[in-house]
């Protein structure tokens, strides 16, 4: 935290427009760059209009005694959290096409999830095929790279049940393996 933004931390919490726009310039980036790790560009960057927006509202709160870039960021998480949740549901009502999931992120797996790596577009098209809207949700967050801890924060459960869940999709695609055996 740069020592010269703590003159600022007064005026922007008493409502000035000028020390708000200097504090998002210095730490703004970084919360843009957080953001865009986490999600494409497009959502990247609506997310953030959020957290600006969210920041100047609740300015009243900020704690003056306290680095703006770490409350920023509290805001940033929050939002996140909440974007994540409300993609969730929505998944519910888009298509199981694989086609629709994002093609920008790669599918990233923590080393427990071996058996994940080698998940291919026929496998998962099949999957989603064979699950519910709560468990295809969860697969778009898989898909997009989540770690466990990043799952279970955005939809509010522990980390031994964003496990089990894993445990649960992988025994459902038990069938699935079979399957392709048994094929010429």
Known sequence: ???????????????????????????????????????????????????????????????????FIFWLFGIAKNELKAFLRKTAYREHKSSTDPEDLPAQRAIVYAPEDVEWAGLDWECLNWLLQHSNASERAFIRLLWEGLTNEEIARAINISIDVVKKRKAKLQSKLKPYTREMRTKP
């Open 1 to 67: 935290m740069p020592d010269s933004e703590n003159h600022l931390y007064r005026p922007f919490r008493d409502g000035d427009e000028g020390a708000f726009t200097e504090l998002i310039r210095t730490s703004g980036k970084k919360v843009q760059k957080y953001l865009l790790s986490k999600l494409s560009r497009q959502d990247a960057e609506d997310v953030y209009q959020k957290v600006v927006t969210k920041a100047w509202f609740n300015r009243a709160s900020f704690e003056v005694d306290r680095p």
